[in-house]
């Protein structure tokens, strides 16, 4: 920030390049007279161009002798002529009102206070009030244009224009508030009044605030050409990219450098998806930033009109279609500085539906999957793609036209899978919802185990999975397996023990590597090892011993 005696030697010399043209009173230097300076067209002549523009044909002959004409009956085209705007003829002029957003209110000399209303024509005397959130754009006689923001009051003081030269005569008094102002005919005079400060242009473009809390402030931005702000009987000259603040009853303060206009990381020429986010790079001196939001057209109030203290924006409540978005940053005084304009398209509607199932990374099982999805509001139908690559270049599903929010595809090969899903209104597709992927791995089959018993010992085995699968093997003495007399997760597809002696029943299943557990094998029941035929005898024997 530059302030006093810090002003670089350049923004010196501009001003003082201005303030030998933009002379006013109470600056201590010759004020040179205002003047118009108009080219002669095919068929022109000096008289009837005084009776045509001058307050009398009397000023035929100051015409001449200010311009030290000597033919005054042969003047050619292109040639130029000098006229003192004190010498026009002066008329009323009319404002009018451009567009509105939010409460704008008019008061009349002597009227009641009404809601303003688009096209309205505003006149000398009449009163303007913005509400807190709201903003009205005026364009006057000459083509300046002046956009009030909230909570402002202003009163037309001054609303005229010089007959027909296409230069108007101007004095705006803002009691509160800001306004933007774009002054585009060379030649106008256009003055803005506060209760501290007045500024006068002549084809520029500038900004004036008046604190609602400090109405004894005011402060000035110039972003283009150069205004003279007077206070306290002083006077100095705001060149382009500077500003100053005024207090009541003194001097302005020396011009300030604004701040630059902050770098926006451009998006994407279309934005696709909401919530619509932008963000740009901080600068180290700001305070905060304003962000606006215009449709196209140059003839509008701001949509959004938002101030924040991060560098970045987030908004879901715009409508589709094309606008104008103007950033720029406020320093500690509460200068706000050059501004950054960028052109952006939002194409976010319908919205995307929201994926479901399967879930991001989720593991599916089997040969096939089944989708399903959110239902947005405004929705017809909905086109779905499924796809081997993220990219979705070549999807192996593409279907149009879906009425429910579910499809279950059959026969699908192993491995990564990606999807996305689209909603459909009337003729138009909105944007793809986000890639969702997953992994489709075919059911762990169930074991065909295998029984072999050799003399006392029981030897269980059965076909082998994939490396990373393990074996989960049970053997209960129950046929629903609460008993269990063993529980045992193996890495080879066999398993022995010494046999039971008492009837068992038991099963397998494969594991996966993630956990997942297949389905068991069919239970089998292992039988103790039958006795000897001998056996049986040796009881019958000693009876008949003992009966001897």
């Given at each position: 920030m530059l302030g006093g005696k810090s002003i670089d030697l350049r923004a010196s010399?501009?001003?003082?390049?201005?303030?030998?043209?933009?002379?006013?009173?109470?600056?201590?230097?010759?004020?040179?007279?205002?003047?118009?300076?108009?080219?002669?067209?095919?068929?022109?002549?000096?008289?009837?161009?005084?009776?045509?523009?001058?307050?009398?044909?009397?000023?035929?002959?100051?015409?001449?002798?200010?311009?030290?004409?000597?033919?005054?009956?042969?003047?050619?085209?292109?040639?130029?002529?000098?006229?003192?705007?004190?010498?026009?003829?002066?008329?009323?002029?009319?404002?009018?009102?451009l567009d509105i957003r939010g409460e704008v209110f008019l008061a009349t000399d002597g009227g009641k206070q009404r809601r303003l209303q688009p096209d309205t024509t505003l006149k000398h005397g009449d009163r303007l009030t913005t509400g807190a959130d709201a903003s009205v754009l005026l364009e006057f006689a000459d083509g300046t244009r002046q956009l009030l923001g909230g909570n402002t009051e202003v009163e037309m003081v001054r609303i005229?224009?010089?007959?027909?030269?296409?230069?108007?005569?101007?004095?705006?008094?803002?009691?509160?508030?800001?306004?933007?102002?774009?002054?585009?005919?060379?030649?106008?005079?256009?003055?803005?009044?506060?209760?501290?400060?007045?500024?006068?242009?002549?084809?520029?473009?500038?900004?004036?605030?008046?604190?609602?809390?400090?109405?004894?402030?005011?402060?000035?931005e110039v972003v283009a050409g150069a205004v003279n702000v007077t206070a306290g009987k002083e006077r100095v000259v705001i060149p382009a990219g500077f500003g100053t603040l005024v207090k009541k009853g003194e001097r302005p303060a020396s011009a300030m450098k604004l701040l630059p206009a902050p770098r926006l990381k451009r998006p994407a020429a279309t934005i696709r998806q909401l919530p619509m986010e932008l963000s740009w790079d901080p600068l180290p001196s700001a305070v905060a930033y304003r962000i606006r939001i215009f449709r196209p057209d140059e003839k509008t109030v701001p949509l959004l009109d938002l101030r924040v203290e991060?560098?970045?924006?987030?908004?879901?409540?715009?409508?589709?279609?094309?606008?104008?978005?103007?950033?720029?940053?406020?320093?500690?005084?509460?200068?706000?500085?050059?501004?950054?304009?960028?052109?952006?398209?939002?194409?976010?509607?319908?919205?995307?539906?929201?994926?479901?199932?399967?879930?991001?990374q989720a593991t599916v099982r089997g040969s096939g999957a089944g989708f399903e999805w959110s239902a947005p509001p405004r929705v017809d139908g909905y086109r779905f793609q499924l796809s081997v690559d993220p990219d979705f270049r070549n999807p192996v599903l593409d279907k149009d036209g879906l009425r429910k929010t579910?499809?279950?595809?059959?026969?699908?090969?192993?491995?990564?899978?990606?999807?996305?899903?689209?909603?459909?209104?009337?003729d138009e597709q909105g944007p793809w919802s986000g890639v969702q992927q997953f992994v489709l791995k075919p059911e762990?089959?169930?074991?065909?185990?295998?029984?072999?018993?050799?003399?006392?010992?029981?030897?269980?085995?059965?076909?082998?999975?994939?490396?990373?699968?393990?074996?989960?093997?049970?053997?209960?003495?129950?046929?629903?397996?609460?008993?269990?007399?063993?529980?045992?997760?193996?890495?080879?597809?066999?398993?022995?023990?010494?046999?039971?002696?008492?009837?068992?029943?038991?099963?397998?299943?494969?594991?996966?590597?993630?956990?997942?557990?297949?389905?068991?094998?069919?239970?089998?029941?292992?039988?103790?090892?039958?006795?000897?035929?001998y056996m049986f005898g040796i009881p019958a024997l000693a009876i008949i011993l003992l009966a001897l």
């Open positions: 010399c501009l001003a003082l390049a201005f303030s030998l043209f933009f002379a006013v009173p109470g600056s201590g230097l010759a004020e040179p007279p205002e003047e118009w300076l108009y080219r002669f067209q095919p068929g022109d002549n000096l008289w009837d161009l005084t009776e045509r523009f001058l307050v009398d044909q009397r000023y035929w002959n100051r015409l001449v002798r200010l311009n030290k004409v000597q033919h005054p009956r042969h003047m050619p085209p292109g040639t130029e002529i000098r006229i003192p705007l004190s010498w026009l003829k002066v008329e009323a002029a009319r404002v009018r009102v005229n224009r010089f007959s027909d030269t296409g230069i108007g005569d101007t004095t705006i008094k803002v009691l509160r508030g800001e306004t933007e102002n774009i002054v585009p005919t060379r030649g106008t005079r256009f003055e803005i009044r506060t209760p501290s400060a007045n500024t006068a242009v002549r084809g520029t473009r500038f900004r004036v605030k008046v604190p609602p809390l400090d109405q004894n402030r005011s402060h000035v991060h560098n970045r924006f987030s908004n879901s409540s715009l409508p589709d279609g094309r606008y104008r978005l103007r950033l720029r940053a406020l320093d500690a005084n509460g200068l706000e500085g050059e501004e950054t304009e960028v052109w952006l398209v939002l194409d976010a509607r319908p919205l995307p539906p929201v994926a479901v199932a399967p879930a991001a579910r499809l279950h595809v059959d026969e699908l090969q192993p491995g990564r899978w990606y999807w996305r899903v689209a909603s459909l209104y009337q762990p089959e169930a074991p065909r185990v295998k029984v072999l018993a050799v003399e006392d010992q029981l030897h269980l085995s059965w076909q082998a999975g994939l490396p990373e699968q393990r074996y989960q093997l049970q053997v209960a003495e129950d046929e629903s397996f609460h008993s269990l007399v063993t529980d045992e997760i193996l890495d080879e597809p066999r398993w022995s023990s010494s046999r039971p002696q008492v009837p068992v029943h038991f099963r397998v299943r494969m594991i996966d590597d993630d956990g997942y557990a297949g389905a068991w094998s069919p239970a089998q029941t292992v039988f103790p090892e039958p006795e000897p035929w």
